[in-house]
Every structure is written in C-alpha cells, then in structure tokens.
C-alpha cells in the first residue's frame, strides 16, 4: 500500500504521527507537491492520498474521500498568496507567474482574477519552491502566486509592496470556507480497507493538533517563530464540514463556468 503526503508543514498535524511510528501505518510513504500526488493517484500509483479539491471534482467517480478529513480554512490561509509589485487591479494584461505545483491554487486564482478583481493578467509558469524564491527576482514578472511553506517565507521577507491572500479573497467573495484538500483513496479498495485508513489518520490528526508546539519547533528550518507557526497551523479546519462539502461544490461549479 502506498500512502501519499505533502511536506507542507500544514500536514504534519496528519503525518508527524505516522512518520515518527506513534501511528503505526502499514504503508510505504510517498511525498510530492499536489500536482505530483493527484497525479500519482489518478494513475493507481498511490492507494490513498492527499488530494487537491480540483482533482477530486474532476474525479469523484475515482475516489471515496475519507471522511471529515480536510485541509480547509475559514479566511486567510496564510500560504497561497499572490504577492504583487502594483495593486491587483493594476494587473490587467500585467505578467503573472505561477506556481507548478498546485492545480487547485492556479485556478483560485484565475476565478479570482476574472470574477473579482475584473483582470486578465498573462499567466507563465515558473517553479517558486523555498530554494527557488530568490531567483524569482531575476524573472520578468509583475506578481507571482507562492504556495505552502515557500509563502510563508517570502510573507515574511516582505518583498512585495502588495500580497493577496487567496483564501481570504476567496472568503470575502462566497462567504464560504475553502478547502484545499482531503484524503482521497482508490474506490477499488476493499471498504475494510478504507475505513482502517480512515481510522490511523483520525488517530494520526488527533496526536497532531494536540501537539502544534513540538512540530513548530520541528520546523524552525523555516526561520519563522515558533508562536507564528502555531497560528498558521491554528488557521485550518482539518475537518470536512458541511461548509467545507459546500465549498467544494461551489469551486467545481465555478471551475466548469470557467472552462466554457
């Protein structure tokens, strides 16, 4: 059995258990960006996963979700940000560069920028990982969409004179949640299976949110407080609500006006 994981610190609260065998998990790991991981399980690569809630949308018939496990804020998320050299109302025919590694993030922010702010930017693709965030600045660009860890270090660094946080964008514009992501696994598998599943990463979750001080110092590679990291990981709901089931809805129904 495969199980996949995104090494955003925004998912220890779900793995640090398991990584560490407090949560035995008879599988072998596997971590990659959101794109990788819905990838790899559209493929049958993966058994179980994180999945982003644009993959899920376009692939329910694919998965059964885990229930009530989720990756979801109510407002800011503090870790999709557009940061911009002008006001994003500015950004019309404007350079924007994207982030490869999130699917569900791009098209936030396209909605956002047609919708919303009334824009329509010329997207490029560019890879803005943590090693990476300082060559952006030699990359011709107007704004740059970052996410996980690599946003909130460049947040930071205040680099930019203006940052939009998609999850509060998002939030002022459905009065919704948005969920980012929950746990996917293979409809194939047997429900005995999936419901062990469920059952390891329930355990998992509940030793993790107990614990936000020691994975806040696990992470102090990051170069941010141990208070501030608390906060962040304080900011999710890793529960998939009504409100979140909504919000997924409302996203896919909006993704398909976006495609016509």
């Known amino acids: 059995m495969r199980l996949g994981r995104i090494g955003y610190i925004n ?3 779900v793995y640090g258990a398991v990584d560490r065998g407090i949560v035995p998990v008879p599988v072998e790991l596997v971590t990659g960006t959101p794109s990788e991981l819905n990838d790899l399980l559209a493929a049958g690569e993966l058994d179980v996963s994180v999945v982003s809630a644009v ?9 059964h979700l885990l229930p009530d496990l989720a990756v979801s804020c109510d407002g800011p998320v503090r870790s999709v940000l557009l940061f911009a050299r002008r006001p994003v109302d500015q950004l019309d025919r404007a350079t924007v560069l994207l982030s490869a590694s999130s699917r569900t993030s791009v098209y936030l922010l396209q909605l956002l920028c047609q919708d919303v702010w009334r824009v329509r930017p010329r997207f ?3 890879r803005a990982e943590a090693g990476d965030l300082d060559a952006l600045a030699g990359l011709p660009h107007d704004a740059v969409l970052v996410i996980g860890d690599s946003a909130l270090v460049l947040a930071a660094r205040q680099s930019y004179p203006h940052c939009y946080d998609l999850g509060e964008e998002w939030n002022s514009w459905t009065g919704l949640p948005f969920t980012f992501a929950a746990w996917g696994i293979r409809a194939s598998l047997p429900k005995e299976e999936r419901q062990a599943f469920y059952r390891a ?3 998992a979750l509940d030793y993790g949110l107990s614990r936000l001080p020691q994975i806040a110092v696990r992470r102090r590679d990051l170069g941010l407080p ?16 009504p409100e979140e089931e909504k919000a997924v809805s409302e996203f896919s129904r909006l993704l398909d006006l976006l495609e016509r």
């Open 11 to 13: 998912c220890y609260p």
């Open 55 to 63: 993959e899920y949308a376009r692939n329910a018939t694919a998965y």
């Open 124 to 126: 490029a693709e560019a």
């Open 201 to 203: 990463l329930e355990a």
């Open 226 to 241: 141990d208070e501030e990291v608390i906060r962040y990981l304080q900011s999710f709901t890793y529960r998939l609500g």
